[in-house]
T-cell receptor
Framework: DVKVTQSSRYLVKRTGEKVFLECVQDMDHENMFWYRQDPGLGLRLIYFSYDVKMKEKGDIPEGYSVSREKKERFSLILESASTNQTSMYLC????????????FGSGTRLTVV | AQTVTQSQPEMSVQEAETVTLSCTYDTSESNYYLFWYKQPPSRQMILVIRQEAYKQQNATENRFSVNFQKAAKSFSLKISDSQLGDTAMYFCAFMKHAGNNDMRFGAGTRLTVKP
């Protein structure tokens, strides 16, 4: 069963902390994506990567960075967590379209206090 | 930039009846893909149906079908014979045909199927 695994289902962090959200896929997918999901706003793209060490900004990259040192792992980094980054974070991966659709992880609900 | 609009934040339907969820989008692209995703309380996003813009025929998947109106930039989802398990958030999404496979989503519609 193919999977996208997000390291934590729930996470609570303090304001100012450096936060790492990890995403691992076992499907040898080239593309990986980070979205945040907020009520009334849907899913908004933060960053994506179409190859190892490559990254592209999405629509809301401010306050975030990413790392993709290995093909299977895509990390989202909150350099200095703030309360407005409290959200659900979803990771996804895919083959280059139309060869494959997105496979999503189950999400990490992050609360910054 | 592409935008996707879902104007119905919440909808409800009786079991076994039919419901239609609306989606409009804005793009200058001529070729693209459109999707409907379902997110049940488990939070796992599930692809319901997809449509390729250059195909005039509306996509169908069992009880799910779309009404794709390219000129109007409209992409509605019809669910027939609604079941309790259809209760979920539904997201409409857009992807350019020539791009990095990044997808843009609407704000979502929360559908409740009532027994």
């Amino acid at each position: 069963d193919v999977k996208v695994t997000q390291s934590s289902r729930y996470l609570v962090k303090r304001t100012g902390e450096k936060v790492f959200l990890e995403c691992v896929q076992d499907m040898d997918h080239e593309n990986m994506f980070w979205y945040r999901q907020d009520p009334g706003l849907g899913l908004r793209l933060i960053y994506f990567s179409y190859d190892v060490k490559m990254k592209e900004k999405g629509d809301i990259p401010e306050g975030y960075s990413v790392s993709r040192e290995k093909k299977e792992r895509f990390s989202l980094i909150l350099e200095s967590a703030s309360t407005n980054q409290t959200s659900m974070y979803l990771c996804a991966s895919s083959l280059p379209f139309p060869r494959g659709g997105y496979t999503f992880g189950s999400g990490t609900r992050l609360t910054v206090v | 930039a592409q935008t996707v609009t879902q104007s119905q934040p919440e909808m409800s339907v009786q079991e076994a009846e039919t419901v239609t969820l609306s989606c409009t989008y804005d793009t200058s692209e001529s070729n693209y893909y459109l999707f409907w995703y379902k997110q049940p309380p488990s939070r796992q996003m599930i692809l319901v149906i997809r449509q390729e813009a250059y195909k005039q025929q509306n996509a169908t998947e069992n009880r799910f079908s779309v009404n794709f109106q390219k000129a109007a930039k409209s992409f509605s989802l019809k669910i027939s014979d609604s079941q309790l398990g259809d209760t979920a958030m539904y997201f409409c999404a857009f992807m350019k045909h020539a791009g990095n496979n990044d997808m843009r989503f609407g704000a979502g519609t929360r559908l409740t199927v009532k027994p």
